[in-house]
């Protein structure tokens, strides 16, 4: 079965560059989900996009944006990049719109972003 | 202020033994509480998962109780395998307008010896 798509898998940048990281839900998955896991931390929450709108908001720096596209792939926008954004950038996605839809959520194999 | 309280941290347990690892919340908002399992390097894959109007869900080797009285919930694993040794998170789903972000109990590191 199809699963979620992230890349790159791999990122490294120096300080206050710049980053994007891209996400391909599961198809027919109208959400997507974006959490952030440093080293030995659970995911904490960043943003949601549920049709293409933004759904809800966590603990997101303000130097970060994303957005959901019409095909339904999502990027995350990050700038100004510190040593403590060094971390593994998860996406998720759920069918949370769809009849039959479930409250699951999918994750992708994520990307990890050094930054030096 | 972690909303969602996991333990134990760390797991050591035999083969074909039972691993059980306890979570518990508070907020009431909390309306489905999956389990993830993750691998070094990977992304959590959802394992099992439950509603609190049950009481218990089994799939295969793995086993959810669900006491909503007590706002606590806990995976069994029977016949635990060397192959289930991995990082397992409990979570919990905020139910509140358009959010459906999950909350993340800290995880607990669990590992079966052959």
């Known amino acids: 079965a199809a699963g979620v798509i992230q890349s790159p898998r791999h990122l490294i940048k120096e300080k206050r560059e710049t980053a994007t990281l891209k996400c391909y839900p599961i198809?027919?998955?109208?959400?997507v989900y974006w959490y952030q896991q440093g080293p030995g931390q659970d995911p904490q929450f960043l943003i949601s996009f549920y049709e293409k709108m933004q759904s809800d908001k966590g603990s997101i720096p303000d130097r970060f944006s994303a957005q959901q596209f019409s095909d339904y792939h999502s990027e995350l926008n990050m700038s100004s990049l510190e040593l403590g954004d060094s971390a593994l950038y998860f996406c998720a996605s759920s069918a949370r719109g769809l009849a039959g839809g479930g409250d699951e959520q999918y994750f992708g194999p994520g990307t990890r972003l050094t930054v030096t | 202020q972690q909303q969602v309280k996991q333990s134990p941290q760390s797991l050591i347990v035999q083969k074909g033994g039972i691993s059980i690892i306890n979570c518990a919340y508070e907020n009431t908002a909390f309306d489905y509480f999956p389990w993830y399992q993750q691998f070094p390097g990977k992304g959590p894959a959802l394992l099992i998962a439950?509603?609190?109007?049950?009481s218990e869900k089994k799939e295969g080797r793995f086993t959810i109780s669900f006491n909503k009285s007590a706002k606590q919930f806990s995976l069994h694993i029977m016949d635990s395998q060397p192959g289930d040794s991995a990082t397992y998170f409990c979570a919990a789903r905020y139910y509140g307008g358009a959010t459906n972000k999950l909350i993340f109990g800290t995880g607990t590191l669990l590992a079966v010896q052959p």
């Open positions: 439950i509603r609190p109007d049950v």
């Open positions: 198809p027919r998955h109208d959400t």
